[in-house]
């Protein structure tokens, strides 16, 4: 709702048509994303149709759009990540096991990308596989899932009851039953371990933790990955007061504000892990008390 040439309130519609007018000295837009809405994420990014997402059903975008009426500019719509180790069911697999020791490869037997790249480089990589027709998995070994275990108990075998991922004994077993090449598997995990032991990975650039031995011992764990559509960098542009700014004059919109994933401009091109949470609970702290403030 506009009034004197600020927003005034807002109005909105049950499912079942029922009218609400909810008047205020200013709306706080702390809407999220739309990483829920297919036809938005194929508007802005057409490679994603057809994409599941990790977010809640609620992340459809309504806030950006309701901003949109009021003339809000936005920025980086494009840039929306999507999480690279997600199980074909749409679970998120933890990632530490990969920065303890597990490589990804693809159904050649391949490494394909550097398993300490960013989210958004390995969720392209994986796609780009797809794309040629190649599924993509995540691999480790017994003392390579260790840490995991100690930092999450019950999380591997959670995973393993529901078939999300497999144990075998032997790497040759695990190939035949994920459909993978066995010889070029063997011959990458050896080519690997040379890696771990010389620390240092003249094709990926991959680092060597420490704590990383090379993948040796059994029995092995596999994991099919499927990225999902996770974070929406793009959004509202706001001003350094989380206030709404206008397409056409850069100024803002009175009394409107944003903050979190319904804003864009904060991350670029990619979220790093947990950040959207500082940004969530710093600007929605800094929205509040620039409302509180007004009279």
Known sequence: IMKDGRVAGVKATTK???VYTIDAKAVVLATGGFGANQDMLVKYQPKLKGYATTNQPGATGDGIILAEHAGAALVDMKQIQAHPTAAPDGTLISESVRGDGGILINAE???????LANRKVRADAIMVEQANGKKCFAICNEPNVQPLKKQRPGFLEKMLERKIVEKYDSLEALAKAADIKADALKAQVEEFNKVVKAKADPVWSRYINNDQVPLVEGPWYVCELQPK???????????????VL?????KPIGHLFAAGEATGGVHGAVRLGSVAILDCLVFGRLAGQKVAAIK
């Not at 037997?109 to 550097?114: A, C, I, L």
């Not at 559509?229 to 206030?243: A, F, K, P, Y």
């Not at 206008?246 to 850069?250: A, G, L, P, Y």
């Open 16 to 18: 079942d048509g029922k």
């Open 109 to 115: 037997g391949k490494r394909f990308v550097n398993e």
């Open 229 to 243: 559509v996770h974070h929406c960098m793009g959004g509202l542009v706001t001003d350094d007061n989380c206030e």
């Open 246 to 250: 206008d397409v056409r004059s850069d």
